[in-house]
């Protein structure tokens, strides 16, 4: 008789085995990921150009899609070449962002909300997100193995074990 965890148990070792990998080598998986984007990006390119040359003739869309399909291709072409460079373009955009959402909180923590211990926790998450961006900006190479390491091999280990124990504590099927 099979065991009907099985397929999770199997899912759970491979997230395992990536999320140990990716810990061990963050560096070389910031590249993968850099490539894998910027292959997206130039496919991306590549699509809006094809709909640029089959759109009616004279269609604004057509030109818009053909300038930013050119960028994209450009874009993922130097992805491709230098995948640190588009790594650390890629973190600093993230910096950015998580500066903006920071002094927001803190600025609904401040003027917006009421009293009390939520608007607390908003101004010291948003001045968490702030530092965290500016460390970010300031060092995105590091940032940048932070990411992959967080989110990719933090969170697949998590994924496997959870897919592990699901698999064994799935229950056997009933002989008939």
Known sequence: ???PGMPYIVRGVLALLLGIIVLFWP???VEVVAILFAVFILMNGLLLVGLSLVS???ESF?????ILGILLVIGGVFGVINPIMTAITLTILIAILAIISGFSDIWVALTVMGSG???LLLGLSGALSVILGA?????????AVILVAVYIGIF????GILSIVQGIMMP?????
């Open 1 to 3: 008789m099979s065991q």
């Open 27 to 29: 560096g070389l998986t």
């Open 56 to 58: 009616p003739t004279g």
């Open 62 to 66: 057509g030109t818009a899609f053909l």
């Open 117 to 119: 211990g939520v608007r």
């Open 135 to 143: 460390i970010f900006f300031i060092f995105p190479l590091l940032g």
């Open 156 to 159: 697949a280990i998590a994924i």
């Open 172 to 176: 056997k099927p009933q002989a008939a």
